[in-house]
């Protein structure tokens, strides 16, 4: 192998030499394969490393963070939360286009929108839902968006719509697979995807909790399969359970999971410490369901003593980031306290991760987060620690939340911690037996 491996010359690492270094790799190969049988399986690991180091090469070099939305996303309508029955007056529902279009409208003023290069969304294809949804479902939420005869229509699960809102979910489907393509091309070194609806909570069958089509499992599924990569990992921070991105991949290895959020919030019964995989994909699911209350404190523990490592062992090709802001202390569907600086924290530390990990790609997806008040500005200091561009503008509120009370971690809180460390362990284990047979990731 070693013999084989000096005849290749060294080449700066471009798109164009790395095409040169696999035909002078073939022509060696065909000289040598009648002496030497093993070669081609040499062959086979080789090229998947320079596959690899192809994609390494194409993004690493610096360049803007992306930037995708588009006003479409604002249209979706997911109705009016009303029940004469409940008692309940009309009153606008949580996932409304407010947080995201004021999030939008503070990048602009703070002048950031002018520094991030602007990406264009295109609707994903049926194609590509089905990648992570059943056939039938795509053809159900089509069939109900081309009915006007109602105001709404349910895709599931506190999943609702209006007509035409088919378009708007493959619009923000097809948008998280725009920005990956984009990173992947080295066109941006990083990307943000103001994209709505959410799509976390979706499974395969049907929708959830707000979400029609997971835009992250779309845009993860469409690595694998289009681009074969070995490894891609989402980190999810959004203050729900991503249920759906869990389901959909908790038996394929090849994709590392791990959710931070509320313990018992939505949905009820889901996102437990114990569920860390299914049946190959043992080992690759990592939860920490946090207390209610958690602040600073116990997210930094969850970071630096579970997350980072875990990316640690996996060595992602791709780091997929579902960002949600609703565990802020302003939010009206959770129970957390962190800050904007606490966002900005740690989407700065997966930047670091993917920048040491995987060449700096990096997408992250707008999830949740329903104050909106606060969102804009968690979400500006998250864009900020991707572009590594600070604004001028001051969270007006970060002095009152920093100095509340039970913001650093407290004892309940580390048990839980300490409880997601072990996972790790099981994570080690998955890539060790990957390693021993040198065997390529797959379900």
Not at 195 to 220: T, Y
Not at 246 to 275: A, C, K, W
Not at 309 to 325: I, K, N, R, T, W
Not at 416 to 430: Q, S, T
Request: hydrophobic share 40%.
């Amino acid at each position: 192998m070693e013999a084989v491996e000096a005849t290749v010359p060294l080449l700066k690492p471009s798109s164009r030499n790395l095409r040169i270094c696999y035909v002078m790799w073939s022509a060696r190969l065909m000289l040598d394969a009648s002496r030497n049988p093993r070669v081609i399986e040499t062959s086979r690991r080789t090229t998947a490393r320079l596959i690899t180091n192809r994609h390494t090469a194409m993004a690493t070099a610096p360049g803007q963070t992306g930037y995708l939305y588009h006003e479409t996303y604002f249209w979706h309508n997911a109705g009016h939360v009303q029940s004469f029955d409940k008692h309940i007056e009309a009153w606008r529902h949580w996932e409304n286009p407010e947080t995201k279009r004021r999030m939008h409208s503070l990048v602009a003023v703070s002048g950031l929108l002018d520094k991030v290069k602007h990406l264009k969304p295109r609707p994903a294809t049926d194609e590509e839902l089905a990648r992570v949804h059943c056939p039938a479902y795509i053809q159900r939420v089509y069939e109900m968006s081309a009915d006007d005869s109602k105001g709404y229509h349910t895709a599931g699960d506190v999943a609702t719509f209006s007509p035409g809102g088919y378009r708007i979910a493959a619009l923000a489907a097809g948008g998280a697979i725009e920005a990956m393509e984009a990173v992947l091309r080295g066109e941006v070194r990083n990307a943000y995807a103001l994209v709505r609806p959410p799509g976390h909570h979706a499974e395969r069958d049907k929708g959830m909790g707000f979400c029609i089509f997971n835009n992250v499992a779309v845009a993860a599924a469409h690595a694998l399969e289009v681009h074969g990569l070995r490894r891609v990992a989402v980190v999810d921070f959004d203050v729900h359970h991503g249920n759906g991105t869990q389901h959909m991949f908790e038996s394929d290895r090849r994709v590392l999971f791990i959710s931070l959020h509320q313990d018992s919030n939505y949905p009820l019964r889901s996102g437990y410490v114990t569920e860390t995989g299914v049946g190959p994909g043992e080992g690759t699911t990592i939860n920490v369901p946090l207390p209610p209350g958690s602040g600073s404190g116990a997210y930094k523990a969850a970071f630096t003593r579970v997350v980072l490592p875990a990316l640690e062992v996996f060595q992602p090709d791709l780091l997929l980031v579902s960002a949600g802001y609703d565990a802020s202390y302003m939010d009206n569907l959770a129970a957390m306290i962190l800050s904007s600086a606490d966002f900005g924290w740690m989407m700065s530390k997966l930047v670091e991760a993917a920048e040491a990990l995987c060449g700096g790609r990096l997408v992250a997806l707008h999830e949740g987060g329903y104050s909106e008040l606060y969102v804009p500005f968690c979400g500006l200091a998250a864009l900020e620690a991707m572009s590594g561009v600070k604004s001028e503008v001051q969270d007006p509120w970060l002095d009152e939340v920093t100095s509340w009370g039970y913001q650093e971690l407290q004892p309940h809180q580390e048990a839980v911690v300490a409880a997601a460390e072990k996972a790790l362990d099981k994570l080690r284990a998955v890539v060790a037996r990957e390693g021993a047979d040198g065997s390529v990731p797959g379900r």
